[in-house]
């Protein structure tokens, strides 16, 4: 197990993550660019550390949990990135869903350099960083993948290694087409059984555990009926997820109508001032049009 733990990025998953680590008793160094963000694990634990670079100079492993690719390449391969100022051996793990090709970019980087670099994009959101439970799916060397699983055993419940550098964040993809799709699904059926005048929380509980059943439906769908549409996970990240898959299907020939149309409604959203909800807010598309 590694001797010290530093995580990058302190946001809604980032937060819970790193809060599970400390309470499996593991030291922690984190860096976010808003210190103010990281006061909630600094109170349970954390110790702050003043730089990005800093952080990666002082530690065996690094976590990295940010907004956008731009974000996660500039952060690691920018004139002062992590990737050179980590001492040689040191372990990245980029959580950020983020670009496939980026992610294999990132690791022939880090070979250069005598660093290791894995992809390890998460599902799961809020609910399952604050939990534990997250999935977590990780392209990269094997070897690599293997020393560390016991930390990702850790912030997660499924941890599956899907080949190399790259697959973990092609995988994040084919997660993000069935979550689009499925939210699609389960925001009109609530549309119709408003509109039918039905009892929704009833319907819900006839229907979630039969085959229209999804994570979605049993987590997303009573927040919808609640009237809570703070974000598990933005808006804004969901709409930069679909883009990177419809950009990589682009760049492979084939079409995907479905992720587009989910695209589409979404970007109207981002229009009209709901980027920082969560993405069951879908629902506001239905009664602003």
Request: glycine share 10%; aromatic share 8%; hydrophobic share 45%.
């Amino acid at each position: 197990m590694m001797k010290t733990i530093g995580f990058i990025g302190t946001g809604v998953m980032g937060t819970g993550m790193i809060k599970q680590l400390l309470a499996k008793g593991n030291n922690v160094k984190v860096y976010t660019r808003t210190p103010s963000r990281a006061a909630a694990v600094i109170a349970a634990g954390a110790i702050y550390v003043e730089t990005a670079q800093q952080l990666a100079q002082q530690v065996d492993v690094v976590f990295t949990m940010v907004g956008y690719p731009t974000d996660v390449e500039q952060l690691y391969l920018g004139r002062e990135g992590i990737l050179t100022a980590a001492k040689t051996g040191t372990i990245f793990v980029d959580m950020t869903t983020s670009s496939p090709s980026l992610a294999h970019e990132l690791y022939v980087k880090g070979l250069s350099l005598r660093q290791h670099v894995l992809d390890a994009p998460v599902s799961g959101g809020d609910v399952g960083a604050q939990n534990g439970t997250l999935a977590i799916m990780v392209g990269g060397d094997e070897a690599i993948f293997n020393a560390i699983k016991p930390l990702f055993e850790q912030i997660g419940a499924t941890i599956v290694y899907q080949g190399s550098a790259g697959n973990g964040q092609h995988t994040k993809m084919v997660n993000q087409i069935a979550v689009a799709g499925t939210m699609l699904g389960v925001v009109e059926a609530i549309v119709y059984a408003e509109k039918m005048q039905l009892d929704v929380n009833n319907v819900l509980k006839a229907v979630a555990s039969g085959a229209a059943g999804s994570w979605t439906m049993s987590n997303l769908a009573p927040r919808i009926v609640a009237g809570d549409f703070e974000p598990g996970f933005f808006i804004k990240h969901f709409i930069k997820d679909m883009k990177i898959a419809l950009d990589e299907a682009e760049k492979c020939h084939f079409e995907l109508p479905g992720l587009a149309t989910a695209e589409r409604l979404y970007e109207q959203l981002a229009i009209n001032g709901l980027s920082e909800k969560g993405t069951q807010a879908l629902y506001h598309y239905y009664f602003a049009n």
